[in-house]
């Protein structure tokens, strides 16, 4: 057969071409960062396409997030000179696993509209069932029994297939309780996260017709990431190959960051004894970083043990070095890179302008964000946060959710007894108790349950108006999800509204309301995408990016984590400090498996930058509210001294940005100590007592010494984290009254406050 013209074959190297052309059979391609993995991978489905080996919903490719699969897609279709709509197996396990399982629900005993809990509901369900069991929630939290269960469904195990050991958890009940779980779950038409994959899995094995379907279905299959897979994706993949073998993974097992989720890098080492003659293809040029760069990360992932080890080598232009600063707290650093990025942009930092979309702030932990949120915020630098469901945990944002997705599937009962009572109706927990009650003794959902109660008046007074009222309104929403004259954006606001719970917070005199109020728009805003409320909860339930997009440029912020497989011209990583990155809990536990994955952590982290790569590292960081004092990461001492440029921090000997002093690795160290040591840095501490506060003046945050007395004086201005700005009437010891411009007047501990910017 005369395939069409290939261009996208020429871009490719002889080791990617190989790889891509070997269509049939097994292949792994195994390599380092920044080696064009996903880009062969990204071919080798043109290709399939090209040569019409595949229609484009015959290919099973499964990707690490839902942005790396719009990604590929957009890829294809750039790659191919055509737009392509049929893609619908590209994406993430998860997605494609809901797909299939509302089709086969009733295998697994579950119906098609199937509801996916989050990981609130499935700790109150849990809540619950310990509740039942007479076990102490103190002793054995129900985050602990759902990171158990977790763990258990990642490696493909139900109840039935525990082995003894596990069954025998949290003293020979962890087991049962797993097993009443998962009826409760069934009961409720409703899977877990995990449940996607499992349930999958045991059709699949306990149904070989359906499986051969798939077999013979998915002509190729395709898997970027593959290092981070678990034991039941690796099932998953492997029943699914079983018959043509016609799979292709890409991975690199330095980049293995999941192992914490139950990953498994194992699963690359055995790709070639479960599918015997596999073609392994090494890729070794990487195409994205400098020199220096690559350099720096090769240097850090040496430090692990048994690696496969690979050779990397780039063709690129030597560039900057990376650069490491260190900085008095998370403010400053955070106050630092807003200032670098402002002159990346402008053009004023020496290198080429840059654009906000090029650049990108990779951290260790989540609650690193904040300062860079706000501090962008306060000088207007727009960003954009990858990887986390923050907008959609917001509580009004739950709620809004809890309403449509009763109304999508009337037997959700979790949802259900999340609005039965928000907005207040009088309907506490005794009434909800007698809904329950009635519920259960009949064996229906909580919808249902209410109505009966109500049927037999077991309720009266203000609650069963109210009552009869919202199962009214469920009903009527519910018949208007079939109504074509009205979109699915006007019937969430005609819910909210009719509901009573926009009037909620229009009534509310917290100054959140507002903010919440906002948030619901833009949750209405957000259902435009999809094309019915079900399509979008369902997004929402596997949502790992959220970026609200007014197409202009901006920063992004993720986590490490959320960061692999993406690449910027310029990278920050920050908060390079013991206890943070390395983790804690990495630090004390015993081996060095946490250790050894928070390196990997860190070579993701430094390959994914194309030209610059700052490290930073602040000597205070409030955690919890308290602050403690820091130590450089240890794998600081990791990086090449001479690919690494060390910066002053801002403040100390006078010496602005430019003054760099020419020492890394353990020096860095030394010179953060020293720097704190130094004359210099006394002599502006001195002057800051002299001030009252134990920071200089020249770095804007200012700090309140923990231990020093109030040094406010009436009438200044003030920030605290919670309260927002404020000014000052009146002081007491460490306690200070503060009229707070969004809060009433009230009185704060001292060391809570901050001088704010400017
Ligand atoms: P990671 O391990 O971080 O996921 P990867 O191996 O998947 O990296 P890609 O993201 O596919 O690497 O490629 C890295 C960069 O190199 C991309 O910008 C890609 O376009 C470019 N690239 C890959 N192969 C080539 C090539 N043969 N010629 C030119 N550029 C290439
Ligand atoms: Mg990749």
Request: charged share 25%; hydrophobic share 40%; glycine share 8%.
């Given at each position: 057969?005369?395939?069409?013209?290939?261009?996208?074959?020429?871009d490719l190297n002889p080791a990617q071409r190989e790889a891509v052309e070997a269509l049939d059979g097994p292949v792994l391609m195994l390599a380092g960062a920044g080696t064009g993995k996903t880009k062969a991978l990204t071919a080798r489905i043109v290709h399939l396409l090209n040569t019409g080996r595949a229609r484009s919903n015959e290919i099973l490719s499964v990707t690490f997030t839902n942005k790396a699969a719009r990604e590929m897609k957009n890829r294809v279709g750039a790659m191919l000179g055509q737009s392509i709509e049929g893609m619908p197996w590209l994406g993430t396990f998860h997605a494609i696993c809901v797909k299939l399982l509302r089709r086969h629900a009733e295998l697994v005993g579950l119906k098609s509209n199937f509801t996916i809990l989050d990981r609130d509901d499935q700790i109150r369900l849990l809540k619950q069932l310990i509740a039942a069991e007479h076990i102490d929630e103190k002793r054995w939290p129900a985050r602990q029994i759902a990171a158990l269960i977790d763990g258990w469904k990642n490696r493909a195990l139900t109840p039935e297939k525990l082995p003894a050991a596990d069954a025998g958890a949290y003293n020979h009940r962890g087991g049962e309780i797993y097993r009443q779980y998962q009826t409760r779950l069934r009961e409720l038409n409703a899977v877990d996260f995990g449940d996607l994959l499992l349930h999958m899995v045991v059709i699949f094995q306990t149904h070989p017709d359906v499986?051969?379907?798939?077999?013979?279905?998915?002509?190729?299959?395709?898997?970027?990431?593959?290092?981070?897979?678990?034991?039941?994706?690796?099932?998953?993949?492997?029943l699914l190959a079983g018959g043509h073998r016609n799979i292709c993974c890409v991975g690199d097992d330095d980049q293995s960051i999941y192992g914490w989720r139950g990953a498994e890098v194992g699963n690359i080492l055995r790709f070639e004894k479960d599918f015997p003659g596999a073609k392994v293809v090494r890729l070794e040029q990487n195409y994205r970083s400098t020199p220096h760069i690559l350099a720096a990360a090769s240097n850090v992932i040496r430090g692990n043990e048994g690696r496969l080890g690979k050779t990397l080598w780039t063709e690129a232009e030597e560039g900057e070095k990376l650069r490491l600063i260190g900085h008095w707290d998370g403010e400053e650093e955070a106050r630092w890179i807003g200032e670098e990025i402002e002159s990346l942009q402008g053009g004023t930092r020496g290198v080429r302008p840059m654009s906000l979309d090029e650049m990108a702030i990779l951290v260790r932990a989540s609650h690193q964000m904040r300062a860079f949120e706000d501090r962008f915020l306060t000088i207007g630098l727009p960003y954009r946060v990858i990887g986390g469901p923050r907008f959609y945990e917001r509580l009004e944002i739950r709620d809004a959710m809890a309403y449509f997705r009763v109304v999508v599937s009337p037997d959700d009962d979790l949802a259900f007894e999340r609005i039965v009572n928000t907005p207040k109706r009088g309907l506490g927990n005794v009434a909800q108790q007698k809904i329950q009650t009635t519920a259960r003794a009949h064996g229906v959902p909580l919808v249902q349950g209410a109505r009966m109660l109500l049927a037999k008046k077991g309720l009266g007074g203000k609650g069963a108006t109210e009552l009869a009222q919202l199962l009214n309104g469920i009903d009527r929403?519910?018949?208007?999800?079939?109504?074509?004259?009205?979109?699915?954006?006007?019937?969430?606001?005609?819910?909210?509204?009719?509901?009573?719970?926009?009037?909620?917070?229009?009534?509310d005199k917290t100054p959140e309301a507002p903010g919440r109020l906002e948030n619901l728009k833009e949750l209405v805003k957000a259902l435009e995408q999809f094309e019915n409320l079900q399509g979008f909860l369902e997004h929402v339930s596997l949502i790992m990016d959220n970026e609200s997009d007014d197409g202009g440029a901006k920063v992004s912020i993720m986590t490490l984590h959320a960061a692999k497989g993406l690449e910027f011209p310029a990278v920050f990583l920050p908060g390079w400090e013991d206890g943070l990155f390395p983790s804690q809990r990495s630090m004390d536990e015993t081996g060095l498996k946490g250790l050894e994955e928070e390196r990997r952590l860190a070579y993701v982290g430094i390959t994914r930058a194309e030209e610059l790569c700052t490290i930073s590292f602040a000597g205070n960081r409030r955690?919890?509210?308290?602050?403690?004092?820091?130590?450089?990461?240890?794998?600081?001492?990791?990086?090449?001294?001479?690919?690494?440029?060390?910066?002053?921090?801002?403040?100390?000997?006078?010496?602005?940005?430019?003054?760099?002093?020419?020492?890394?690795?353990?020096?860095?160290?030394?010179?953060?100590?020293?720097?704190?040591?130094?004359?210099?840095?006394?002599?502006?501490?001195?002057?800051?007592?002299?001030?009252?506060?134990?920071?200089?003046?020249?770095?804007?945050?200012?700090?309140?010494?923990?231990?020093?007395?109030s040094s406010f004086t009436v009438g200044e201005r003030v920030f605290h984290q919670k309260f927002g700005y404020g000014a000052v009437t009146a002081i007491e010891g460490d306690k200070v009254e503060v009229d707070f411009e969004k809060a009433s007047t009230k009185k704060v501990v001292a060391r809570f406050l901050t001088s704010p910017d400017d």
């Open positions: 057969m005369a395939a069409r013209p290939a261009p996208y074959l020429d499986l051969e379907q798939y077999q013979r279905w998915f002509r190729y299959v395709l898997v970027d990431e593959y290092q981070d897979t678990n034991v039941a994706q690796y099932l998953w993949l492997r929403w519910g018949r208007m999800t079939g109504d074509a004259d009205l979109t699915h954006m006007e019937l969430a606001e005609i819910i909210l509204d009719e509901s009573g719970y926009t009037a909620m917070w229009q009534n955690v919890f509210g308290q602050w403690q004092s820091q130590m450089p990461s240890r794998f600081i001492d990791e990086l090449p001294e001479e690919h690494v440029e060390v910066l002053t921090p801002p403040g100390l000997y006078g010496g602005g940005y430019g003054a760099a002093r020419p020492s890394a690795g353990i020096e860095a160290r030394a010179a953060q100590a020293d720097a704190y040591n130094s004359p210099g840095w006394r002599r502006m501490q001195a002057r800051a007592r002299e001030w009252g506060t134990s920071q200089p003046r020249e770095s804007r945050t200012t700090v309140i010494d923990l231990d020093a007395v």
